[in-house]
């Protein structure tokens, strides 16, 4: 068991300190970081939370999977590591690209 706990539906009002506090009543919180999206800074609806030690992870886990928390009962679980590729997408790179339109033949070129 890891201390590190993935918290998931979370609402996008919950905020760091609401999270440390909540969990603070399983033991010590080393840390609690909501994940937000990049571009906008917004939540993404889940969090991590470190605990002291892995009795108190899973106290936590016990004491808060399927709890509410602002109107939202929460998902608390032991985290994963990260997977290295696997389904992350790719956006860059080349591609052909298609039929954009214009030019003085209206886009229908001939080699």
């Known amino acids: 068991m890891a201390s590190k706990l993935y918290v998931g539906n979370l609402s996008f009002n919950t905020n760091e300190s609401d999270l440390k506090d909540l969990f603070s009543a399983a033991g010590t919180v080393r840390e609690a970081s909501i994940v937000t999206d990049r571009e906008t800074g917004n939540s993404r609806g889940f969090a991590f939370v470190t605990m002291s030690t892995d009795a108190e992870a899973q106290a936590a886990i016990s004491q808060f999977h399927g709890k509410p928390l602002d109107n939202r009962d929460l998902t608390v679980n032991e985290a994963r590591p990260r997977e290295e590729g696997g389904n992350r997408k790719s956006f860059s790179g080349g591609g052909g690209g298609g039929n ?12």
């Open 100 to 111: 954009r339109g214009g030019g003085r033949d209206g886009g229908n070129r001939r080699y």
